[in-house]
């Protein structure tokens, strides 16, 4: 081995000083280096590469040798570029990245009603971390929310000191009988102002009116301010349909009025009645009264099964309907054939 040994580096010496054999400067590519501007490389000097800054060297060898043929050794030596952590997702604001290598670029926004506080884009460096952390997105603060006069605002959530955020919302209330005009509901917007105060304006409705065959818990002729009420009934034997009470509207109108309807009184001459549960004659009927949506029953006869049933019937304001299927018996039948008639018999 030794003579071997000195065998080549005669043949070294040969050639160094012919000029022949020698290496040329290697031809790097990708991302790899070396150090000095040496041109030509004697056989047997070896030569370190290395990778550019940001890049990351893979397999190797890293040192290529200078053969006697003048020819550089083989190597699967590579550079690679360096990797940035992935990023995090950032709360009210959103990212965008297509690679974390080195020198790429994360774009950061906010969003909207929110601002930014730190840098809106990083670098992947060198070291293999970006070059600044992620930005936070702060939400725009509005201050208090205007208060109208004769009016107060009620948010949504706890205010803490003077300012609050963005998409905080709150509703606006009038002290009656202050009514609202505008918008009842408020909102801090990514502007960092709150939507337009509503207006509290006095509000009054006319004297309120008297209802037909009824009466009104007040006899006052002025006028009332919203919301106030007026309760109403009606005079026996009539009864109240509709609200109990009305009330001043904010348009200055009073809201819907009750009305009072009418009894009715049951036009049969004949037969029995059932009315409360209670089956009897109509002539023991008295007075012959039925209060408005009462109910009543007469009876009628299913011919074919020869059994009597009740049908109901309603009054409505002073109407009250006699079904078609009773049949008003005659005096004569009523007194000499009672026992048959449809409400004694069987009912079906
Ligand atoms: C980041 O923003 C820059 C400048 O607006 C743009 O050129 C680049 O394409 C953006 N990169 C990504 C990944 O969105
Ligand atoms: C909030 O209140 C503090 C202390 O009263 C005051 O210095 C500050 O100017 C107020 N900020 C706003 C936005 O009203
Ligand atoms: C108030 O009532 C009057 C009479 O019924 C009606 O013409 C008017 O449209 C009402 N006003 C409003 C604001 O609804």
Avoid at 17 to 24: D, P
Avoid at 205 to 233: A, L, W
Wanted: with cysteine; net charge neutral; charged share 20%.
């Amino acid at each position: 081995m030794e003579r071997l040994f000195l065998l080549c580096s005669g043949l070294l010496v040969t050639t160094v000083t012919s000029q022949h054999n020698v290496c040329s400067r290697p031809e790097l590519q990708g991302n790899i280096e070396m150090t000095g501007i040496q041109r030509f490389f004697s056989p047997g000097v070896e030569l370190a590469l290395s990778c550019k800054q940001g890049y990351t060297p893979v397999s190797g060898p890293r040192k290529i040798v200078c053969t006697m043929n003048g020819v550089w050794t083989n190597t699967k030596f590579n550079c690679i570029p360096k990797r940035c952590p992935h990023p995090e997702l950032i709360t009210n604001g959103e990212l965008f990245y297509e690679n974390t290598v080195y020198q790429s670029t994360i774009n950061y926004t906010c969003h909207e009603g929110y601002t930014m506080t730190g840098s809106s884009s990083a670098v992947c460096q060198a070291s293999g971390t970006w070059s600044t952390p992620a930005p936070e997105c702060i939400p725009v603060s509005c201050g208090h929310a205007p208060v109208p006069v004769y009016g107060m605002v009620i948010y949504n959530k706890a205010v803490r000191g003077n300012t609050t955020n963005f998409g905080l919302t709150a509703i606006y209330v009038c002290n009656p009988p202050y009514a609202l005009f505008g918008n009842q509901l408020a909102e801090c917007t990514a502007s960092g102002t709150w939507t337009k105060a509503p207006e509290c304006r006095v509000v009054t409705c006319p004297p309120p009116q008297d209802i037909e065959r009824g009466y009104m818990s007040t006899n006052e002729k002025r006028e009332f301010f919203y919301k106030e009420k007026v309760k109403y009934d009606c005079q026996s034997p009539y009864v109240l349909e509709g609200p109990m009470e009305t009330v001043c509207l904010e348009n200055g109108n009073w809201s819907e009025k009750p009305s009072c309807k009418g009894p009715c009184s049951v036009e049969i001459k004949r037969g029995r009645i059932l009315h409360k549960g209670k089956k009897m004659w109509i002539q023991d009927f008295q007075p012959n009264r039925v209060l408005h949506q009462e109910i009543v029953s007469v009876y009628c006869m299913n011919k074919a099964m020869k059994c009597g049933y009740a049908v109901p019937t309603q009054c409505i304001d002073g109407t009250l309907k006699i079904p078609e299927c009773f049949e008003e018996p005659s005096g004569i039948e009523f007194t000499l054939k009672s026992n048959s008639l449809p409400s004694e018999i069987e009912q079906c």
